[in-house]
């Protein structure tokens, strides 16, 4: 099965650099299942491993996906080390948990499950409990971007009964807010809160690390409800409670800037997003926090700035979902200055990369944006636009935002603090 | 605790916000000093980056370890410059891993740090053990002594048997003939070895380390204290027993009278 996807992913791809990666992915993965049946076999192997590690040397060495298959070429022929304690086989299980991940990020997400569910049933076999339930929690999210609700409920089950035998608490809790996010994106709302809040409790009690995941789902859930007062509150909370994870103050900063953005509290929103910038994070998630300052402008109506971040953006490597995202938020901040023209090009770009690469998500987020484009052309949608400016914060509100005003603007002034 | 770690700046921090107020952390820059405090006679877990360790000192640090058993955790990158390393320590000490980049490198990290096995005792277990061991076919008596020693492994008897290559009902007959207690009774002992260390001598609070070592709840790991140890976690944390009192209680349970089956003990 994973042969028919990975020939059928090299047989659609746009680029030589493309076809490469999958070429050697595709060989890698042979070379695991053959080093599993037999064992490591140097003189069979190594020739094999040198010529797939040859073509990588071929393609840019920061590259994620470029990353995890050395890590797996490299992982290879220590298989059958220490059997006792397992160490080879670990070690491989991690690399090519790591290119599923890879493969996800470049919106490879059909070939992503077909690597992941591999080392799900092949780790569960060799009685890696922790290691499937990992593998199965990737393939539950993987499985929901691909719309699949039944296959993607079934993976975080079963993740959620491995992580429980294992002793991995914090896979357990977020199997939980898997299946929470998978309630809410059915519509099912009052049972996406009900298993939210249990899971919250739970985490409070035996995995407070795991509790930003769950304040996060929570507040994707109250945003989703149209209740942003709470949303806001819930992401400041998760960022509170991410500590020193670097990831999860990225992740939590970012939704808060998206909340407080659908309240109305743009200028809040942006002061978040350039706290993340002064951090000390990945370059792609500076590039991530930057395509949301690119929106936030537009929304601020700050044209100066919406054109120097669009121009500072286009030499960023992006990764396929980011140009997507790139492409739509740039049609919506010309959309705002009233170009509509460069607007709708740059929506209809956004259009062909997401379905090129089944983003189904951001596919109908384009959708919707080049209806916008369409229907900014008339009258009446503009009058509204006047009207929704000028509805009134609530006091409360004001208040809270105030305070989380200062609290950002103290970490932007003591960065080190973040 | 006492932590002792060969590892970059930022991967000290790290360990050193995962461990929090449960112990103390001390970075050292040379392989030299990382075996000074290895032999030194206060007790200490060892945090190496194997790409900062190299060969020669992944050889010194095994000698060292076989002179004076500690526990080690690897915390270590997914690169060539690592592995070979890596591969001798896993080979030759009961060192746990945890590989940078994976899913759940945070809640791993904690779990090597804040449960990490007392090594003298996991050795000399097995050392006490070995008699019925050796009468066990290859493959399950590595990963059983692995097991034993480290704390962490399959745990289930399925996974057991699935780790060891051989079907349940062989492995069931194999530990029989060995005159050892059935694989639940024998993955609940190696559990223990676990969390002996955690119980004895840190302040983590019980219901974490139950939550940590995989137990259904807090009353579940006293039920496994009591069964293996004739006492309450609490009660072991204020009497600690020597590590010669904790081999004998788990040799004596772990092995087999005639004739006699305690697995209904650790249901």
């Given at each position: ?15 030589a650099?493309?076809r ?10 042979q ?23 040859a ?26 080390a220490?059997?006792?304690?397992a ?30 569910e591999?080392v ?6 060799d009685?890696?409990d922790g ?15 691909l ?34 996010y ?6 099912d ?26 304040y ?35 992740a939590s ?22 706290a993340?910038?002064l ?11 930057k ?11 700050r ?23 790139y ?13 509509l ?10 259009l ?11 596919m ?6 080049v209806r916008a ?22 006091p ?5 935002l ?17 | 605790?006492?932590?002792v770690?060969?590892?970059?700046a ?34 200490c ?15 010194a ?13 690897v ?13 001798a ?32 005792l ?19 008596r ?5 097991m ?25 007959r ?7 207690e ?8 190696a ?44 009660w ?10 904790a ?7 772990v ?7 305690s ?5």
């Amino acid at each position: 099965m994973h042969a028919q996807s990975f020939l059928d992913a090299i047989g659609s791809a746009h680029s030589a650099e493309t076809r490469t990666l999958l070429t050697v992915g595709f060989g890698l993965v042979q070379q695991y299942h053959a080093i599993r049946d037999r064992g490591f076999d140097a003189s069979v192997d190594d020739a094999a491993l040198a010529a797939l590690r040859a073509q990588l040397d071929t393609l840019s060495p920061l590259d994620r996906e470029v990353m995890a298959l050395r890590a797996i070429a490299d992982a290879l022929p220590h298989w059958d080390a220490s059997a006792a304690s397992a160490f080879g086989r670990r070690l491989v299980y991690t690399t090519l948990l790591q290119y599923g991940q890879a493969l996800f990020g470049r919106a490879a997400a059909t070939l992503a499950v077909t690597v992941l569910e591999l080392v799900a049933v092949h780790a569960e076999l060799d009685g890696e409990d922790g290691l499937s339930a990992q593998a199965r929690l990737l393939c539950g999210f993987a499985w929901r971007t691909l719309g699949d609700w039944d296959a993607s409920r079934q993976a975080y089950e079963r993740a959620y009964e491995l992580s429980r035998s294992a002793g991995e608490l914090t896979i357990a809790i977020r199997t939980r807010v898997g299946l929470g996010y998978n309630a809410s994106a059915r519509g099912d709302l009052p049972g996406a809160r009900a298993l939210l809040r249990a899971t919250a409790t739970r985490a409070a009690r035996l995995a407070p690390e795991a509790l930003p995941y769950v304040y996060l789902a929570q507040a994707n859930l109250e945003s989703i409800s149209g209740q942003y007062e709470e949303a806001v509150a819930l992401c400041y909370r998760a960022r509170q409670a991410a500590g020193a994870d670097e990831e999860m103050q990225y992740a939590s900063m970012v939704d808060l800037a998206q909340c407080l953005v659908d309240y109305g509290a743009p200028d809040v929103a942006e002061k978040a997003l350039r706290a993340v910038l002064l951090s000390d994070l990945d370059v792609r998630h500076k590039i991530q926090t930057k395509i949301h300052l690119l929106l936030l402008s537009a929304t601020l109506r700050r044209e100066a700035d919406f054109a120097a971040l669009r121009d500072d953006l286009v030499p960023a490597p992006f990764t396929v979902r980011q140009r997507a995202l790139y492409h739509l938020y740039v049609a919506q901040g010309l959309r705002t200055f009233g170009k509509l023209d460069d607007a709708r090009t740059s929506a209809d770009t956004a259009l062909s990369v997401a379905r090129e690469h089944s983003l189904f998500q951001l596919m109908f987020q384009a959708e919707e944006e080049v209806r916008a484009i369409e229907a900014a052309a008339s009258r009446a949608h503009r009058v509204r636009e006047e009207v929704l400016e000028a509805a009134p914060r609530a006091p409360r509100m004001s208040r809270r935002l105030e305070r989380i005003a200062g609290a950002i603007s103290t970490m932007l002034e003591a960065p080190a603090a973040v | 605790m006492n932590y002792v770690a060969l590892v970059s700046a930022t991967t000290l921090q790290r360990v050193q916000v995962t461990v929090g107020p449960h112990g103390s952390v001390t970075g050292v820059s040379t392989v030299d000093a990382l075996l000074r405090a290895m032999r030194s006679p206060h007790d200490c877990c060892i945090v190496v980056d194997p790409t900062m360790l190299g060969h020669a000192g992944a050889d010194a640090l095994v000698a060292a370890f076989r002179d004076v058993p500690r526990s080690i955790v690897v915390y270590a990158p997914i690169a060539r410059e690592a592995l070979e390393p890596s591969v001798a320590l896993a080979q030759q000490t009961a060192a746990q891993f945890v590989f940078q980049g994976a899913p759940n490198e945070r809640s791993a990290l904690g779990h090597a740090l804040l449960l990490a096995p007392d090594a003298a005792l996991g050795v000399a277990l097995t050392t006490a053990l070995e008699p019925m061991l050796l009468q066990l076919p290859h493959q399950l008596r590595l990963t059983l002594a692995s097991m034993l020693r480290t704390g962490t492994g399959p745990a289930t008897g399925e996974a057991l048997a699935a780790h060891a290559g051989i079907a349940r009902r062989s492995m069931d007959r194999a530990l029989a003939a060995a005159r050892l207690e059935s694989s639940k009774f024998l993955i609940a002992a190696a559990r223990l070895v676990r969390v002996y260390r955690a119980i004895v001598a840190s302040r983590l609070p019980f219901r974490q380390i139950a939550a940590m070592a995989g137990y259904a709840s807090q009353r579940t790991l006293d039920h496994h204290c009591t069964t293996f140890f004739g006492h309450s976690s609490a009660w072991l944390r204020r009497h600690p027993p020597s590590v010669a009192d904790a081999v004998r209680n788990l040799t004596e349970r772990v092995t087999l009278d005639e004739g006699v089956h305690s697995e209904s003990a650790v249901s």
